[in-house]
């Protein structure tokens, strides 16, 4: 009986560090998002502090790439939970026959998109986090990044 006891503790005690853990990785991640000096934050201003650079065509692009993803991601779920269960998919099997995303609801999203727009600090991060989180998963980002460090151990090696 004791032993259970320690073992249930122990347990317990495991899942609240776990989440301790995930609640400071969140905390993390939200101060690396770049803060608004004044709210509303519009869809020009959302997208120079997420993605920066100076080019506004390259940050658009990058945008549409997020709203094709978000629309696909959209028509899966719909596959996986359909109204009438019976209808219901697999994860995987919805993954292959979704449709990709249209250029006009493409367009319909980046309209919505530019109308928006972030009232409040709350709503600016965490749209922010969810785009943000996107953007480090881009296998150019991946790449980008994994080129970085190469380039940064070849400097080291050569005197």
Same mark, same amino acid.
């Given at each position: 009986?004791? #032993?259970?006891?320690?073992?249930?503790?122990?347990?317990?005690?495991?899942? @609240?560090?776990?989440?301790?853990?995930?609640?400071?990785?969140?905390?993390?991640?939200?101060?690396? +998002?770049?803060?608004?000096?004044?709210?509303?934050?519009?869809?020009?201003?959302? @997208?120079?502090?997420?993605?920066?650079?100076?080019?506004?065509?390259?940050? +658009?692009?990058?945008?549409?790439?997020?709203?094709?993803?978000?629309?696909?991601?959209?028509?899966?779920?719909? @596959?996986?939970?359909?109204?009438?269960?019976?209808?219901?998919?697999?994860?995987? #099997?919805? #993954?292959?026959?979704?449709?990709?995303?249209?250029?006009?609801?493409?367009?319909? &999203?980046?309209?919505?998109?530019?109308?928006?727009?972030?009232?409040?600090?709350?709503?600016?991060?965490?749209?922010?986090? +969810?785009?943000?989180? &996107? @953007?480090?998963?881009?296998?150019?980002?991946?790449?980008?990044?994994?080129?970085?460090?190469?380039?940064?151990?070849?400097?080291?090696?050569?005197?």
């Amino acid at each position: 009986m004791w #032993e259970m006891c320690v073992y249930k503790r122990q347990q317990k005690i495991e899942s @609240l560090t776990l989440r301790a853990e995930a609640k400071a990785k969140d905390l993390a991640a939200e101060n690396k +998002i770049p803060k608004p000096k004044v709210c509303p934050v519009n869809f020009e201003d959302f @997208l120079r502090l997420t993605i920066g650079g100076r080019s506004k065509s390259r940050r +658009i692009k990058i945008y549409r790439d997020y709203a094709k993803d978000m629309i696909w991601i959209g028509h899966v779920r719909q @596959l996986t939970n359909p109204k009438n269960p019976a209808d219901k998919l697999s994860k995987e #099997e919805a #993954e292959r026959i979704a449709k990709p995303a249209s250029p006009d609801e493409i367009e319909m &999203w980046m309209e919505a998109a530019k109308i928006q727009s972030y009232a409040t600090e709350d709503r600016y991060i965490f749209a922010a986090r +969810i785009f943000m989180g &996107w @953007l480090a998963r881009r296998p150019s980002e991946l790449a980008r990044k994994a080129a970085i460090k190469r380039w940064s151990k070849s400097k080291k090696s050569t005197p």
